[in-house]
């Protein structure tokens, strides 16, 4: 018998989140659509979720995180720092290039990181605050302050926050163009990156 990509089991400590293949983050958000409609009225009481170990990357962790809350208002509620740790022990690259540093709070105005490699921060950046990295920056939250990733020259570093509005943004040696003021704000990640010698903002599920 094959074994299912996504089941959902309740004990009581709650409802799981299993994820038993290594499948693109698309697929297994498909599998996760038809079991839901399939059971309507028992996922209508679910608020929270945990999720088992996975073999999936942070970002697509992230992704999964808020498109499951976004479309059906469930949240996974262990993305915790002993999770993280767990299900990335035997990493020692998580994102593209470099080693990882994980900031479990919210940066206030006044706080500076700075990193060789890349900086996953579960938490917000106010204004005021700065982030650093030769790598790439993840913000788990919004990114209101100063946000510099590439920062020995690295063209290719990104920088994904849920919310993006950072005070500046910069990656390698180029420096973002003050939006214009939005009453818009989306409700998906977004994720900064060069293109021609440009920095652009793209939807997140875009690089799906």
């Given at each position: 018998?094959?074994?299912?990509?996504?089941?959902?089991?309740?004990?009581?400590?709650?409802?799981?989140l299993?994820?038993?293949?290594?499948?693109?983050l698309?697929?297994?958000?498909?599998?996760?659509?038809?079991?839901?409609?399939?059971?309507?009225?028992?996922?209508?009481?679910?608020?929270?979720?945990?999720?088992k170990?996975?073999?999936?990357?942070?970002?697509?962790?992230?992704?999964?995180?808020?498109?499951?809350?976004?479309?059906?208002?469930?949240?996974?509620?262990?993305?915790?720092?002993?999770?993280?740790?767990?299900?990335?022990?035997?990493?020692?690259q998580v994102?593209?290039?470099?080693?990882?540093?994980?900031?479990?709070?919210?940066?206030?105005?006044?706080?500076?990181?700075?990193?060789?490699?890349?900086?996953?921060?579960?938490?917000?950046?106010?204004?005021?605050?700065?982030?650093?990295?030769t790598?790439?920056?993840?913000?788990?939250?919004?990114?209101?302050?100063?946000?510099?990733?590439?920062?020995?020259?690295?063209?290719?570093?990104?920088?994904?926050?849920?919310?993006?509005?950072?005070?500046?943004?910069?990656?390698a040696?180029?420096?973002?163009?003050?939006?214009?003021?939005?009453?818009?704000?989306?409700?998906?990640?977004?994720k900064?990156?060069?293109?021609?010698?440009?920095?652009?903002?793209?939807?997140?599920?875009?690089?799906?």
């Amino acid at each position: 018998m094959t074994e299912e990509i996504i089941l959902f089991k309740g004990n009581r400590d709650g409802v799981y989140l299993i994820i038993n293949n290594e499948s693109q983050l698309s697929v297994i958000q498909d599998k996760i659509t038809k079991k839901i409609d399939s059971a309507k009225s028992f996922f209508q009481e679910i608020k929270k979720v945990k999720l088992k170990e996975t073999s999936l990357s942070k970002e697509d962790l992230f992704s999964l995180k808020v498109w499951l809350e976004e479309k059906y208002g469930i949240e996974i509620d262990n993305t915790s720092e002993d999770f993280i740790k767990h299900n990335n022990s035997n990493k020692s690259q998580v994102i593209d290039q470099g080693i990882t540093k994980y900031i479990y709070s919210t940066l206030r105005s006044g706080t500076s990181v700075k990193f060789d490699g890349n900086i996953v921060i579960i938490g917000d950046v106010n204004p005021g605050a700065e982030v650093l990295a030769t790598g790439n920056i993840i913000v788990m939250g919004a990114l209101r302050g100063i946000a510099h990733a590439g920062l020995s020259g690295n063209d290719r570093a990104t920088v994904v926050a849920f919310s993006l509005e950072p005070t500046q943004l910069r990656i390698a040696n180029i420096i973002a163009r003050s939006p214009d003021k939005q009453d818009f704000k989306p409700t998906y990640p977004e994720k900064a990156c060069i293109n021609e010698n440009t920095i652009i903002i793209l939807p997140y599920y875009q690089n799906l």
